[in-house]
């Protein structure tokens, strides 16, 4: 695996979902600014994993990005500084909170025959898209300072 390739494309892929979260904010689509901005996390996580290793098919990868965090951590300290290491735990929270959202946002609540656009909610949203915008900011800055 080319690990700068790999990275590249997934911040691709997280500035995408990313645009797409932003736009659809503007048209209080919420349920579309929740599952874009998901996405947009997930691969800002999997844009860090994969400097390292292959990333799992996980929706929450937060896991995988500390494992690879306290492997490497000597590695990332002397390369990048220890500042980065925090905005790990940052982005693992992140995933970790709206990795739920990839099945409510496509499934809905199925217990409760609640369907998806009844559960996005613009508070939810706000936040979602405030997640996503600060993780595709964490991956970008690791993988400029990586490479």
Known sequence: MNSE??????LTL??????????AATHKDYLSVIS??????????????????????????SGELL?????????????IGS???NDFKILA???RDLAPEHGRMSYGDPNHRIPPREIATPQ????????????????KKFVEKWF
């Open 5 to 10: 390739e790999e990275a590249s494309y997934r």
């Open 14 to 23: 997280a500035e995408g979902y990313l645009k797409r979260a932003q736009e």
């Open 36 to 61: 874009n901005s998901q996405l947009a996390v997930e691969n800002s996580a999997k844009t860090i994993i994969s400097c390292f290793r292959i990333p799992s098919w996980s929706h929450d990868p």
């Open 67 to 79: 494992e690879v965090k306290e492997e490497n951590r000597d590695k990332i300290q002397q390369r």
């Open 83 to 85: 500042d980065i290491l």
């Open 93 to 95: 929270l992140f995933c």
């Open 124 to 139: 939810r949203a706000d936040e979602a898209l405030r997640y996503a915008q600060q993780a595709v900011s964490i991956a």
